[in-house]
């Protein structure tokens, strides 16, 4: 009896100051290992070597270039991720699938860090899921010494004097997605007619040799090149593109077009939620926000990186697109119970 | 031990590697997602657009065989040649190329044809205005062929160099000219070379993947992006099915050139590179 209480008073005692060094200890993660799936080049890679110091987690760290290849591996169980950086659309659909973990915000303390604007939203209510990381909108990249005309509008895409020197996107969300809002749809659109006169649009554009290809992370670089008029860009490929090349511009057309935002979720049975969600702390640092927007040239949703911006960048229409701009555009919805209509008709474009 | 265990490893390799997968291949290709048995995932190729893309793989597929032929029976007969010194060092350099992996050999092909590459740049330094590769059909037969032709010279070269030099010798003392010695002699002798050589450039040429997307820009893909497609990107929830059935149509298509070369080449003297 006697022994048996002495074993016990050292367990309890052993456990006591485990859990002392947890509280206490500022690296209660120290020898773990999470996994990162981040889009490619959306990061400054020595903020994953800061947080290794600080908190002893070690991180592997692996790429995708779309949100559809990144749902195959997560959907599939192809690989185990920890944290995942997907667009909204897509964290409707993997939510709606029960795909991701809910989040413990008592955990992620620096979501107070998100402009207002960015928080609590329309679909993922109290950012039970996901927080933002980085945010912008999709428009035209041009090149102001061969287009002398300001663009407004998406049938700058359709203009014959450069045919073969306007780049679309791989992507299928996003193309058929300006086609829809060029013919004054939605374009988070479900209706057969209208995605069949989409694809027709794009389908004239590609006919007429009017598209030098259809492609997505390269076409930064070929603008920066002056090897193209014009590509369809996200805002902060654009922003990376006028930083190296001063004769580019980009503009949110006319007709509107679309406002996303990538945001870090856990993917159901990740293997160190905890771990995951120090992560995601640590991302919406400000110190740390800052450097990886000025590594990646994305539009940041924190309020003090946002405060500490130039005038120069406040002015931008890439990196802080005004309010009425804003207006014009809309977040993709989750379409997946339709996708195939999208399918069907981005196929015929792309084969 | 019998000598019949030491292929053990690679059978097992192979079980588990090759004949494993195709076996997920055969069950997903006649199957629905619900496990059913179906012939509708073939159906799907009634599509003109498919039909595009594999007559566009074909085209491709047959252009870039012939050139390699063209450029490597030369190339082939030029290495076996008697006089010549060094042979096994130039038949590295034709190997070399092959060495480095084949998406950066496609990389460098793009540094090269881009509108403002390599080339592109020379000839505007020599005011000659520029060339658009890149995006075009033939940059993608360019990038097709280049990585090809050893495949097509090898085998050639194996067969044209164990040929018997005394037979050339006895067609020219019986007064054939240089000509009517290479078509009359050494063409007909070297048909088995030509049959591997050919099969196997256009098997993977046909199948290819990557390479055309690279170098189109994304607008010409082929039989092997179309599977690609429909597996990592397609939102159809039979795409594993319909994948899987568009895979074994291109693995019969394949079966049937083996048929081919096996019956043209009977003996397999071709070099026997596979």
């Known amino acids: 009896m006697k022994k048996l209480a002495i074993m016990l008073l050292v367990a309890i005692m052993t456990c006591a100051i485990a859990v002392a060094a947890c509280a206490e200890g500022d690296k209660p993660f120290a020898g773990t290992e999470i996994t990162v799936y981040n889009w490619y080049d959306y990061i400054d890679l020595e903020v994953l070597d800061i947080f290794e110091q600080e908190t002893g987690i070690h991180v592997n760290y692996v790429n995708f270039s779309q949100n559809e290849d990144m749902y195959t591996r997560v959907s599939t169980g192809a690989g185990s991720y920890d944290v995942i950086i997907p667009s909204e659309y897509?964290?409707?659909?993997?939510?709606?699938?029960?795909?991701?973990?809910?989040?413990?915000?008592?955990?992620?303390?620096?979501?107070?860090?998100?402009?207002?604007?960015?928080?609590?939203?329309?679909?993922d209510p109290g950012n039970a899921h996901s927080i933002p990381y980085m945010w912008g909108t999709l428009g035209i990249l041009y090149n102001t010494d061969m287009v002398t005309e300001p663009i407004t509008s998406w049938n700058a895409l359709l203009d014959e004097r450069y045919a073969g020197s306007i780049f679309m996107m791989d992507s299928v969300r996003d193309t058929l997605g300006l086609a829809l809002k060029v013919l004054g749809y939605s374009m988070n659109s479900r209706d057969e007619g209208e995605l069949a006169q989409a694809g027709e649009w794009l389908l004239n554009q590609k006919d007429a040799g009017l598209v030098a290809g259809y492609i997505l992370d390269q076409a930064k670089d070929k603008m920066v090149a002056n090897e193209a008029a014009m590509a369809v860009m996200y805002s902060g490929d654009a922003l990376?593109?006028?930083?190296?090349?001063?004769?580019?511009?980009?503009?949110?057309?006319?007709?509107?077009?679309?406002?996303?935002?990538?945001?870090?979720?856990?993917?159901?049975?990740?293997?160190?939620?905890?771990?995951?969600?120090?992560?995601?702390?640590?991302?919406?640092?400000?110190?740390?926000?800052?450097?990886?927007?000025?590594?990646?040239?994305?539009?940041?949703?924190?309020?003090?990186?946002?405060?500490?911006?130039?005038?120069?960048?406040?002015?931008?229409?890439?990196?802080?697109?005004?309010?009425?701009?804003?207006?014009?555009?809309?977040?993709?919805?989750d379409i997946s119970d339709v996708a195939y209509l999208y399918d069907d008709v981005w196929m015929d474009i792309l084969m | 031990m019998k000598r019949s265990w030491y292929a053990t490893p690679y059978a097992l390799w192979?079980?588990?590697?090759?004949?494993?997968?195709?076996?997920?291949?055969?069950?997903?290709?006649?199957?629905?997602?619900?496990?059913?048995?179906?012939?509708?995932?073939?159906?799907?190729?009634?599509?003109?657009?498919?039909?595009?893309?594999?007559?566009?793989?074909?085209?491709?597929?047959?252009?870039?065989?012939?050139?390699?032929?063209?450029?490597?029976?030369?190339?082939?007969?030029?290495?076996?040649?008697?006089?010549?010194?060094?042979?096994?060092?130039?038949?590295?350099?034709?190997?070399?190329?092959?060495?480095?992996?084949?998406?950066?050999?496609?990389?460098?092909?793009?540094?090269?044809?881009?509108?403002?590459?390599?080339?592109?740049?020379?000839?505007?330094?020599?005011?000659?205005?520029?060339?658009?590769?890149?995006?075009?059909?033939?940059?993608?037969?360019?990038?097709?062929?280049?990585?090809?032709?050893?495949f097509m010279v090898l085998p050639i070269y194996t067969v044209l160099k164990k040929m018997d030099w005394s037979v050339i010798e006895a067609a020219e003392d019986?007064?054939?000219?240089?000509?009517?010695?290479?078509?009359?002699?050494?063409?007909?002798?070297?048909?088995?070379?030509?049959?591997?050589?050919?099969?196997?450039?256009?098997?993977?040429?046909?199948?290819?993947?990557?390479?055309?997307?690279?170098?189109?820009?994304?607008?010409?893909?082929?039989?092997?992006?179309?599977?690609?497609?429909?597996?990592?990107?397609?939102?159809?929830?039979?795409?594993?099915?319909?994948?899987?059935?568009?895979?074994?149509?291109?693995?019969?298509?394949?079966?049937?050139?083996?048929?081919?070369?096996?019956?043209?080449?009977?003996?397999?003297?071709g070099g026997g590179l596979w």
Not at chain 2, 54 to 79: D, M, N
Not at chain 2, 108 to 127: K, P, Q, R
Not at chain 2, 218 to 236: E, H, M, P, T, V
Request: glycine share 6%.
């Open chain 1, 90 to 123: 897509m964290i409707e659909r993997l939510m709606k699938e029960d795909l991701l973990e809910e989040l413990d915000l008592n955990n992620i303390p620096n979501l107070e860090n998100v402009l207002p604007s960015l928080r609590d939203p329309s679909y």
């Open chain 1, 240 to 333: 990376y593109a006028m930083e190296k090349n001063d004769k580019l511009a980009y503009v949110i057309p006319d007709e509107g077009s679309n406002i996303w935002v990538d945001g870090m979720c856990i993917p159901k049975g990740a293997a160190n939620k905890a771990a995951a969600e120090c992560f995601i702390n640590f991302m919406c640092r400000p110190d740390i926000a800052q450097k990886n927007m000025d590594y990646i040239y994305y539009s940041s949703p924190i309020t003090q990186v946002v405060e500490n911006l130039s005038e120069e960048e406040l002015a931008s229409t890439a990196m802080n697109p005004t309010e009425e701009m804003v207006a014009r555009c809309e977040y993709y919805n």
């Open chain 2, 14 to 150: 192979m079980l588990l590697f090759a004949v494993v997968p195709l076996v997920f291949v055969l069950w997903y290709a006649f199957t629905t997602p619900d496990g059913a048995f179906t012939l509708s995932n073939f159906a799907e190729f009634s599509k003109p657009r498919y039909a595009a893309v594999i007559i566009r793989s074909l085209k491709l597929a047959v252009y870039c065989t012939a050139l390699c032929l063209l450029i490597g029976y030369p190339t082939a007969w030029f290495l076996a040649g008697r006089g010549l010194n060094r042979t096994q060092s130039l038949v590295v350099l034709i190997l070399l190329p092959m060495w480095m992996n084949l998406l950066l050999r496609t990389y460098a092909m793009m540094t090269l044809l881009d509108d403002n590459g390599v080339i592109n740049s020379a000839l505007a330094a020599l005011h000659l205005g520029q060339i658009k590769f890149i995006g075009t059909e033939g940059a993608v037969l360019m990038g097709l062929v280049y990585n090809y032709l050893p």
């Open chain 2, 174 to 269: 019986l007064g054939a000219n240089p000509l009517r010695v290479m078509s009359r002699v050494v063409l007909p002798m070297s048909v088995p070379g030509i049959v591997s050589g050919v099969t196997m450039v256009f098997m993977p040429a046909v199948t290819s993947f990557a390479i055309s997307t690279l170098l189109s820009n994304g607008k010409l893909r082929l039989a092997g992006d179309l599977i690609d497609y429909i597996f990592n990107q397609s939102s159809n929830p039979n795409r594993w099915n319909i994948g899987s059935s568009f895979s074994l149509m291109m693995l019969v298509l394949i079966l049937i050139s083996i048929g081919f070369l096996r019956k043209v080449d009977p003996d397999n003297q």
